[in-house]
Every structure is written in C-alpha cells, then in structure tokens.
C-alpha cells in the first residue's frame, strides 16, 4: 500500500512533514456569474497551487444554477487547466445531456476535457467531479467553467462550492 508521504521510525515530526499530510482546498464564499460567454474561463476562486513530480487525488462540490428549462443548449460546462505536462484522468459526476433526469455522467476526460451538465429553470444543481492529477512541473490547477450555448441569462457558480486535492505520491 502506497502512503504518502513516507514515514520512518525516529524521524522528526516537523511543520513541513506535518502540512504536507493535509489536502489542500478552496471554497466559493459568494456566487460568481456568466452570461454571453462559452469560453471556458478559470473560476477566481477553485484555483490550488501543486508541486512538480506529484500524483493527487481531486474532488469537488459544485453547486450551479441557471435560470432556463433544461434544454442541451442550457447549463454550466466544466473543465480544468493545469500546469504544463499535468495529466488528468476525471469525471464530472453529474447529470449529463439535455435534461436533468439524465443518468450520472461516468465519462472519464483528460485534463483539457469539458463536460456539459444541464439547468433546471433556476434549481440549483450539483455535480461532483473527482479525479487523479499528475503533474510534471509546479503550478496552479484551476476549474475552468462557462454556459452550455451563450444566453444572457447568466450561468452561475454558487457560494459553497468547494475543490479538495490530497497528495498521494
């Protein structure tokens, strides 16, 4: 069984060693809007600095709204940029397609991938991504996120939602 990081018998329980074992996450303290766009744009506040040479875990809670009938052109596209060289293996872990009694999203997608969740006349809907990180170089990843089909009726991301990473190697 991996553990990470590695622990030795009379080794010095130091700060570093210490914080190294906790994941790292970013919280949505108020609603950010979109509206007229589909260009995928890194959320100001679900960005989280990683190292170079590590492998993570990630998951989140995304809590979205959009005030139009489920329809395939209505909704939040999701996605992520990273450092360069990171790969990431992901799945939404919502509701995909045209309307919001469509079955889990289970597809797994790369670290440039998007998945389109769908809007329910205003309901605020969540999605649960999780995934494995692997990163190369040092840098920030970020979930990068814009409407389905540009509508003036804004696209939000709600207050509470949340991104964790836990260092696994």
Do not use: C
């Amino acid at each position: 069984m991996a553990v990470y990081p590695n622990l030795y018998a009379g080794q010095r329980a130091t700060a570093d060693l210490l914080t190294s074992m906790l994941p790292i996450h970013a919280t949505k303290s108020s609603d950010t809007s979109r509206s007229s766009t589909t260009t995928l744009t890194a959320d100001p506040d679900l960005q989280l600095a990683v190292e170079a040479n590590a492998v993570y875990t990630v998951i989140g809670y995304i809590i979205y709204s959009q005030n139009t009938a489920a329809s395939a052109t209505s909704g939040i596209t999701i996605g992520w940029s990273g450092p360069a060289g990171a790969t990431l293996q992901w799945t939404s872990g919502g509701t995909s397609g045209p309307t919001a009694t469509t079955t889990q999203d289970v597809v797994s997608s790369s670290i440039g991938g998007t998945r389109s969740l769908p809007s329910n006349l205003g309901t605020s809907m969540t999605a649960m991504p999780f995934g494995k990180l692997v990163t190369s170089t040092a840098g920030t990843l970020a979930l990068t996120w814009a409407q389905v089909a540009s509508s003036a009726t804004a696209t939000l991301l709600r207050s509470g939602t949340w991104l964790q990473l836990r260092r696994m190697s």
